[in-house]
Structures are given as structure tokens and as C-alpha cells.
């Protein structure tokens, strides 16, 4: 298991040290561009795959945020989208939903808590159930990653746990 801080708030999914440095590796080769996909594993983890997807921000189908570029928000579309939906039915779902922050900060932002929540007219609620991992990377390394999962006494998203970077 990852070194991690939990702060309080629903449990959460376990990922290894060897998965997240897999996610590191995919959040370098995408920078400056934020990297995106999903972790897979048994429904009660811990998390046994990752799933990377292409991100599709310059195709400008960002529900919220077209305009931006890629190095500030992310697209999981098409065939990926089409996967990861799947898998919820599946024996080995898709568990947690990660992105990157070039900027080398990892935290949910409001426009990331738009996407992964539904309109208050569909209920509310998570898009996916799925937690939510995003990684902070910057020039030099990976400095922190976050993980986030819905609660419904919040009324969203919190933090749930937080790992070491790395040097990649």
C-alpha cells in the first residue's frame, strides 16, 4: 500500500505504490498536457490496472470548459468513455477516475467537480462511482497526488487521501 494520509470521509480504494507510479509515469509523458484515464480492479479493490485514455480536450467536446487547452482540462470521449462505462457491469470495473495538474497541484477543481457530478436536475450526485485520483506534476517531478470520492453528508466531492510524488 501507498504511503497515504486519510483524512476522514468515505474509505478508500486501495492503490499501490506500483500502480500510482504507473499513473506518474503517464501524467510525465503527457506533460505539459494534463494525462487522463482509470484504475480497474475487483468491485471492493484494491485497484489492479490502469486503464490510460487519450486526452481529447483540443477536439473541444469539454462539457463545461471547450475553450481551454489541453495543458488545463481533460476529455476521456469515444471509445474510452464507451469502456469505462462498460466496465461498471463487468467483474473488474473501473474504480477511480485520474487526471493530472501540470501546474503541480493536486487538487479537485470546480470545473473537475462539474464534470464528475451530476446536474441537480438529474439528482446530484456522482457522474460515475468512481473516486476521483488527480496528480500534481510540474517541470521537475511529481510532487502529490489526491484521492476524492463522493460523500453524500457533504453534498460532494472531499479528499479522502493523499500520496507521495516521485521523481520522474
Same mark, same amino acid.
Given at each position: 500500500?501507498?504511503?497515504?494520509?486519510?483524512?476522514?470521509?468515505?474509505?478508500?480504494?486501495?492503490?499501490?505504490?506500483?500502480?500510482?507510479?504507473?499513473?506518474?509515469?503517464?501524467?510525465?509523458?503527457?506533460?505539459?498536457?494534463?494525462?487522463?484515464?482509470?484504475?480497474? %480492479?475487483?468491485?471492493?479493490?484494491?485497484? @489492479?490496472?490502469?486503464?490510460?485514455? &487519450? !486526452?481529447?480536450?483540443?477536439? $473541444?467536446?469539454? +462539457? /463545461?470548459?471547450?475553450?481551454?487547452?489541453?495543458?488545463?482540462?481533460?476529455?476521456?470521449?469515444?471509445?474510452?468513455?464507451?469502456?469505462?462505462?462498460?466496465?461498471?457491469?463487468?467483474?473488474?470495473?473501473?474504480?477511480?477516475?485520474?487526471?493530472?495538474?501540470?501546474? %503541480?497541484?493536486?487538487?479537485?477543481?470546480? @470545473?473537475?467537480?462539474?464534470?464528475? &457530478? !451530476?446536474?441537480?436536475?438529474? $439528482?446530484?450526485? +456522482? /457522474?460515475?462511482?468512481?473516486?476521483?485520483?488527480?496528480?500534481?506534476?510540474?517541470?521537475?517531478?511529481?510532487?502529490?497526488?489526491?484521492?476524492?470520492?463522493?460523500?453524500?453528508?457533504?453534498?460532494?466531492?472531499?479528499?479522502?487521501?493523499?500520496?507521495?510524488?516521485?521523481?520522474?
Amino acid at each position: 500500500m501507498a504511503e497515504q494520509h486519510e483524512p476522514a470521509g468515505p474509505e478508500p480504494i486501495s492503490i499501490s505504490r506500483a500502480i500510482l507510479e504507473q499513473v506518474y509515469a503517464e501524467a510525465r509523458a503527457a506533460y505539459p498536457a494534463e494525462c487522463c484515464g482509470w484504475l480497474a %480492479g475487483p468491485v471492493a479493490g484494491p485497484v @489492479t490496472t490502469v486503464r490510460a485514455c &487519450t !486526452n481529447q480536450q483540443a477536439s $473541444g467536446n469539454h +462539457p /463545461t470548459a471547450a475553450d481551454r487547452p489541453a495543458e488545463t482540462a481533460y476529455v476521456i470521449e469515444g471509445a474510452d468513455l464507451l469502456a469505462l462505462d462498460r466496465s461498471l457491469d463487468g467483474d473488474q470495473p473501473a474504480l477511480v477516475i485520474y487526471h493530472s495538474h501540470p501546474n %503541480g497541484r493536486a487538487y479537485l477543481s470546480e @470545473t473537475d467537480r462539474g464534470v464528475a &457530478t !451530476n446536474p441537480p436536475e438529474w $439528482g446530484g450526485g +456522482p /457522474t460515475y462511482p468512481v473516486q476521483q485520483l488527480v496528480v500534481g506534476i510540474d517541470t521537475g517531478r511529481v510532487v502529490e497526488s489526491a484521492l476524492f470520492a463522493w460523500s453524500d453528508e457533504a453534498d460532494g466531492y472531499v479528499e479522502i487521501a493523499r500520496f507521495a510524488g516521485a521523481e520522474l
